[in-house]
């Protein structure tokens, strides 16, 4: 398996051999398929950062992510959500480079 991209808290891996990811997420390590990391990619996005920050929306400023179709629950806070925004952005950004410079 090699990193794809580490953050503070999280780190993704990809295996070739399984052809799958995989998401450590300190407390777990998740096994996703490519159209699972791809939900996951879509459920981030649709995160909205700005209720966090507003205690009106959002009280405790935590978010309740699952994944996998509901086998995998998280509790993230402000900090480990915006982590975890940028882990995959920059993971997408770089299997798109990878991929490229395989190819090419």
């Not at 999280?10 to 990391?37: G, P, R, V």
């Amino acid at each position: 398996m090699k990193v794809v991209f580490q953050s503070k808290f999280y780190t993704l891996y990809q295996s070739d051999k399984e052809k799958c990811h995989y998401l450590d997420m300190n407390q777990k390590t998740i096994k996703l398929s490519f159209c699972q990391f791809l939900a996951l990619r879509s459920k981030v996005r649709n995160i909205s950062i700005e209720e966090h920050f507003d205690s009106d929306l959002n009280k405790h400023g935590f978010e309740v992510l699952m994944l996998c179709n509901k086998e995998h629950l998280f509790v993230l806070n402000t900090v480990e959500l915006l982590d975890l925004k940028s882990l995959v952005e920059y993971s997408f950004i770089s299997l798109d480079v990878d991929h490229i410079a395989t190819t090419s």
